[in-house]
């Protein structure tokens, strides 16, 4: 552990705990926010109840209509915001790198995705002009001209999973304020400080109270934010089990929501062996795997099994599981010893159903060593359902057909790697492949925050990428004109 431990320093200065009527409430500071790795206590912050829902929904609906907030202002909050972040990065990192489980490097390297996010918010004003309609184009019509324009949908709730706590924060927040929405964060319980500090930020920035709140519980609480009918759409990032209960209790509201996944990777035989090992080893082991694009599953030709193998298990070995403020630190803990004896538990399974362990397998309280199998059988949890976990699973295929139809047996469908060099191979892959991006030449662990984000199947309904959720966030509004 690098002394005297460089998160002290820069631990979170909250003014409270929740965002509720304008109000940081500092009272009731009751939900302890602790680092995942060794229990610490890392901030303290409110456990909202129903009541601040209620009264954090109905204050942004007063002010929503009452005050406007034109586009030029929201543009330029969002341009300071984006000046602060860049300035503060080094206490954000810390803020994620202490109550999440990713290490400082990879705490580092979010900070700057969401900078690039806050960016795109900002740049997004030009997504929410319409454009003139072509009525002469029918004869029904008569002669009327017409055009349409983007309207904010009105409020927006953005709850959020914990395994990206800032950005996937930014990547709701941001689409929805630059559309003019209000939003009501609801961060998940277990790394809510970064997002809290976001909000602090955004509040700096020239956001205006009446815009945006922040409240932090369970499910209980979250339920009374998924019901309310002054909530106009759910922006949910998270597991697939949670949201169909989002989509049971949510009645006729909007819902875009952005799940797991059980990503494949495919290595042809005309690959490079010991490049796509080490992509597939930094694709799985990232954030101790718990990233939606996660490298799960990798399909290798017969021809290069043992190569491929071999090398991801040679790069595995040298990974470092430890301490996540120690720079020499490739892998920390998951986010909770009760995850890491889930993932325990599904490795232990398919050991025992016959599995072979190249590497791993062991667990250390929260920590769960990157883990590599062959041999998995199909039924196995390890391979069926999402592990969010640091373990790979390679499997021979001979066909490439085979490959294509295996990697598209799961019930998600968010990314899937294909490594070649053939280009020609590669994109008739491609086509067949049941997943929101398919990635050549690298893994599916390949996210750029403008691109359209989202998955085919379980893995979600809709696309974020801000601009993609600015109009998501938005309704096209026509304005007809009967000239007679
Ligand atoms: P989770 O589903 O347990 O929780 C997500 C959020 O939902 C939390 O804020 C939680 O408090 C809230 N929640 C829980 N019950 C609720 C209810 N009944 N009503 C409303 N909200 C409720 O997910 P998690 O464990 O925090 O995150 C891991 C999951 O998120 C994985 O499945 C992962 O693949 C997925 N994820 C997807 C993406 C993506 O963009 N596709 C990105 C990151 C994570």
């Given at each position: 552990r690098p002394e005297p431990d460089a998160r002290r320093s820069e631990t979170p200065v909250l003014p409270g705990g929740a965002f509720v009527e304008g109000q940081w409430q500092s009272a009731d500071l009751t939900l302890d926010v602790r680092d995942p790795e060794d229990g610490t206590l890392v901030g303290r912050v409110c456990s909202s109840t129903a009541q601040d829902v209620r009264r954090a929904i109905a204050h942004i609906h007063r002010h929503l209509r009452a005050e406007p907030w034109p586009l030029r202002s929201r543009r330029q909050a969002l341009e300071k915001a984006t000046r602060l972040l860049g300035e503060q990065s080094a206490r954000f990192a810390a803020i994620i790198a202490a109550e999440s489980s990713k290490t400082i490097t990879e705490a580092e390297r979010e900070v700057l995705r969401c900078i690039e996010t806050l960016r795109l918010s900002a740049a997004a004003s030009n997504e929410l002009s319409g454009s003139t309609l072509d009525?002469?184009?029918?004869?029904?019509?008569?002669?009327k001209i017409g055009w349409y324009s983007r309207k904010p949908v009105g409020i927006v709730a953005a709850i959020t999973p914990f395994n990206d706590p800032l950005n996937l924060v930014a990547h709701k927040l941001g689409p929805a304020l630059i559309a003019g929405n209000g939003v009501v964060l609801k961060p998940s319980e277990r790394t809510p400080l970064s997002g809290l500090a976001l909000v602090q930020l955004l509040l700096e920035a020239g956001?205006?109270?009446?815009r945006i709140a922040a409240i932090v519980s369970g499910p209980g609480v979250a339920e009374a934010l998924v019901t309310d009918e002054q909530i106009d759409l759910i922006s949910f990032t998270g597991g697939p089990r949670t949201a169909e209960r989002i989509a049971a209790t949510a009645g006729a509201k909007k819902i875009l929501s952005e799940l797991g996944g059980n990503n494949a990777t495919i290595v042809c035989a005309d690959a490079d062996a010991v490049s796509a090992a080490d992509a597939i080893v930094a694709g799985a082991f990232g954030v101790a795997g718990q990233n939606c694009l996660s490298v799960q599953r990798v399909y290798v030709h017969t021809s290069l099994f043992e190569r491929v193998v071999a090398e991801v298990t040679r790069g595995t070995r040298a990974l470092r599981t430890g301490p996540k403020f120690d720079r020499g630190t490739d892998v920390g803990p998951l986010i909770s010893e009760a995850e890491a004896r889930r993932v325990e538990e599904w490795v232990d399974e398919a050991v025992a159903a016959g599995a072979s362990l190249h590497v791993g397998g062991q667990r250390r309280g929260a920590f769960y060593e990157p883990t590599v199998l062959t041999g998995v059988p199909a039924a196995c949890r390890v391979l069926r359902d999402e592990v969010f976990g640091p373990v790979v699973t390679i499997l021979p295929f001979v066909e490439v057909s085979d490959a294509v139809h295996a990697a598209n047996d799961s019930e998600y469908g968010l990314q899937a790697g294909i490594f070649t060099q053939s280009m020609d191979l590669a994109l008739a892959m491609a086509e067949n492949l049941h997943v929101g991006a398919v990635v050549i030449n690298e893994t599916s662990d390949v996210r750029i925050d403008s691109m359209p984000f989202g998955g085919f199947k379980k893995s979600g309904i809709g696309r974020e990428g801000v601009r993609y959720a600015v109009h998501a966030m938005t309704e096209p509004k026509n304005t007809i004109v009967n000239l007679g």
């Open positions: 009525f002469d184009d029918s004869t029904a019509t008569g002669n956001v205006p109270s009446g």
